[in-house]
């Protein structure tokens, strides 16, 4: 879809974070974990 293409990337206000001692995870952090998990 070209008007998605237009728009200017999303980026993250700091990076990423998937071994979090304290287990608090983003919304986003806990799907990319989820994510990872079932590709295993």
Not at 8 to 14: D, I, N, R, S, W
Not at 19 to 32: C, K, L, M, Q, W
Not at 35 to 40: D, N
Request: no cysteine; net charge negative.
């Amino acid at each position: 879809n070209p008007r998605f293409m237009a728009q200017p990337p999303l980026l993250p206000a700091q990076p990423y974070e998937l071994n979090r001692a304290d287990g608090d995870y983003s919304a986003v952090e806990f799907a990319i974990r989820r994510g990872l998990a079932e590709e295993r």
